[in-house]
């Protein structure tokens, strides 16, 4: 068989660790990486573009590729851009439902509380690219930080001896405002330190191989991230009413990103078990990239379980906490509202990963490695600050004069408590 079949009962303590313990495998690359941030923070586009010629064998002329994009735009073929558009618009009307709005209220007579939001002034999104084209990463990574209303967005793609239109193409129709080509741990830092050439920004959003993931671990701090995302992931909760072959469609799709891709079908059926695995073998060698996808099927990351019960298959995909969760069941809205952590989900046999990966409107940019159980998605909120907003009238501080100014002088902080009683004796004194 090209994919494990396993009970989840016979899971070893390595077989868990290697399902639940996945990461980004940036530890390899992080001195490395440490070394080209320090450069491109003091050296600035002399080192980016020693790097480029280093690690991507290109001579870059102009590293800002702005009209380049926009061109691509008007001369891509009609069909493509029809699509990058009814992509575009999809994800801008998700994401334009996200919109918070300011709000107040009074909570109490004289006491006025809200809470306002404000977009970043600049973000910068990496864009995977080079030769191969993701013009889905552009358009997931720029419409909601223009959506949020941020005031300039920065895209970074890698370079190549001829840049793939398509992406360029979306970058422009998302609505990016300066594009620059360069990639891996030297396009991170120079959207985080600035160079002569690129705009420093404030946050750095989108997925990136693991050289770009250390920069973003190593620049977190002096510039805000969006998380440290890993390989591709997957996993598919199916019940016997499941068609294999569908459950076997979505593990070789996820499969085909990376060989280090973790893709995994739980099932309470076992009949289901053993079918998914040969709808697998069947469909994967008709695939372009049957290499790559062998080899994440082959991983320790990856497999067909079998749960002795649904609540056993639950409990599995919880800890697991996917970046991807298909739920192809006759109770799929039930078994979701048992499963807390995951970072998008697929309900029912018509919903399959990719239409979320490109064009029904929800974000594809998503956490790895468990972070599902602590974050969601790239989103409108990604880009945005809040700011809480108060107004007490004299009624409304005497109302709090005392709890105030008792937790003050009990936590030593006289001041603080005399900044209350200051006021209050002026408004007793009046």
């Known amino acids: 068989m090209t994919i494990d079949v396993q009970a989840i009962s016979d899971l070893g303590p390595d077989d868990r660790a290697a399902f639940f313990e996945r990461d980004a495998g940036i530890e390899a690359v992080r001195g490395d990486v440490r070394d080209i941030v320090d450069r491109v923070r003091t050296e600035g586009d002399v080192a980016v573009r020693e790097f480029t010629s280093e690690f991507d064998g290109i001579e870059v002329g102009n590293v800002e590729i702005t009209d380049e994009c926009e061109r691509a735009a008007d001369e891509v073929d009609d069909g493509i851009r029809n699509a990058i558009e009814t992509a575009v618009a999809n994800v801008r009307e998700f994401h334009e439902a996200q919109l918070p709005d300011d709000w107040q209220r009074e909570f109490s007579e004289g006491r006025t509380l809200g809470r306002r939001f404000r977009s970043l002034e600049r973000v910068g999104v ?11 990463s552009a358009i997931m990574g720029i419409v909601p930080a223009v ?20 992406t360029l193409a979306a970058i422009h129709i998302a609505g990016a405002d300066a594009v620059y080509s360069v990639g891996g741990a030297q396009a991170i830092a120079g959207l985080a330190y600035g160079t002569e050439t690129i705009t420093n920004v404030q946050k750095i959003v989108g997925p990136g191989n693991k050289w770009v993931t250390a920069a973003k671990a190593e620049v977190r701090g002096d510039v805000e991230i969006d998380f440290l995302a890993g390989p591709s992931e997957v996993v598919v909760v199916a019940d016997e009413s499941a068609d294999p072959a ?35 073998d069947e469909q994967v060698g008709d695939r372009e990239r049957e290499e790559i996808i062998r080899e994440a099927l082959a991983n ?13 298959a639950i409990l599995f995909t919880e800890a697991y906490a996917p970046e991807h969760l298909s739920i192809i069941a006759d109770d799929d809205e039930s078994i979701l509202e048992r499963i807390d952590s995951a970072g998008s989900v697929f309900l029912g046999p018509n919903t399959p990963v990719a239409a979320g990966d490109y064009a029904s409107g929800t974000n594809h940019v998503l956490p790895t490695n468990g972070g599902a159980r602590v974050a969601g998605g790239l989103s409108v909120e990604t880009f945005l600050r809040s700011t809480t907003v108060q107004r007490l009238s004299a ?13 003050a002088d009990a936590e030593g902080l006289e001041a603080h408590a005399a900044s209350v009683r200051l006021r209050l004796d002026d408004e007793t004194d009046r």
């Open 147 to 166: 959506v949020a209303g941020v005031d300039h967005v920065s895209v970074v793609t890698p370079p190549a001896d001829e840049l793939n239109p398509v």
């Open 300 to 312: 320790d990351a990856s497999g067909v379980l079998h749960a002795r019960s649904m609540s056993e």
């Open 126 to 136: 990496y864009v995977p690219g080079g030769s191969a084209a993701y013009p889905s």
């Open 395 to 407: 009624d409304g501080l005497a109302d709090l004069g005392e709890t105030i100014t008792t937790l």
């Open 246 to 280: 569908l459950v076997a469609a979505e593990l070789v799709a996820q499969a085909e990103h990376d060989p280090n891709a973790s893709v995994v079908a739980v099932t309470d059926d076992e009949a289901t078990a053993d079918a998914v695995a040969v709808a697998v």
